[in-house]
Structure formats: structure tokens, C-alpha cells
């Protein structure tokens, strides 16, 4: 795990923290805290194509796309509302690609994980 890591799960580890605060009290995801973690998800996009193994990179990619377009279709839908899905996005583009990868199998699918747990809320909600 790299440093890059370290501060991509700190801001992921924060931004929850925040979201969920929010949530609970005020019944909404501010524009501004996911903004902040999407904009820092981008620029660590930036800093992966020249730093990461390209396979990494590549698969952290297409996760991210899939998980923003299922999230999108849920609200499309009606499943989640829209701060739901802002947030899922930016958690996509921060989660570090290092992650999905060890000894070049895919172990980790982000977008099975989060829609899952997300559709089990909302269930229960």
C-alpha cells in the first residue's frame, strides 16, 4: 500500500464520516463533501496513469464507470435519491486501484460490494 492509498482511504474514511453525519441529522449529502472527494479522485486518476500498473489502472476504470452508471440508473429509477449517487461516484473514483488487484487477479469488485450494501439500506429503509 502506498502513500497514495493511505490519504485515498483517509479522504474516503472522512467524507463518510461526514455524509453519514449529515445524512442522519439533516436528511441530505452536501454538494460540497462530494465535490471535494471527486475532485481529489480525479486528480489521483491523473497521478495512477503515470505511476500505476497500467492493468490496475485500467480495471479501477471500468469499476469506476460501471459503479457510476448503476448508481445513476438507480436514481433514474427512483431506488436512491441523488445525494446517494453523488457520493457513490466519488467513493468509485477514490478507491485505490491498487486495491483491486493482488498477483494480477481481480479480487475485489467495488461496484458489487457498495450496490449491494446500498440496496440492502435502502431495503431496510
Not at 29 to 47: A, E, P, Q
Not at 88 to 109: D, E, H, Q
Amino acid at each position: 500500500m502506498t502513500i497514495a492509498d493511505v490519504i485515498r482511504l483517509s479522504i474516503i474514511f472522512i467524507g463518510g464520516i461526514v455524509s453519514t453525519y449529515t445524512d442522519f441529522k439533516k436528511g441530505k449529502i452536501y454538494n460540497k463533501v462530494t465535490l471535494i472527494m471527486f475532485v481529489s479522485g480525479i486528480l489521483f486518476w491523473v497521478y495512477d496513469l503515470f505511476n500505476s500498473e497500467l492493468s490496475y489502472v485500467l480495471n479501477y476504470m471500468v469499476n469506476t464507470v460501471l459503479v457510476c452508471f448503476i448508481s445513476i440508473a438507480f436514481y433514474l429509477f427512483h431506488i436512491w435519491a441523488g445525494g446517494d449517487t453523488k457520493l457513490l461516484c466519488s467513493l468509485a473514483v477514490l478507491y485505490p486501484p491498487s486495491m483491486y488487484c493482488i498477483s494480477g487477479k481481480s479480487f475485489f469488485s467495488l461496484s458489487y460490494m457498495v450496490v449491494l450494501i446500498l440496496s440492502c439500506g435502502f431495503i431496510y429503509t
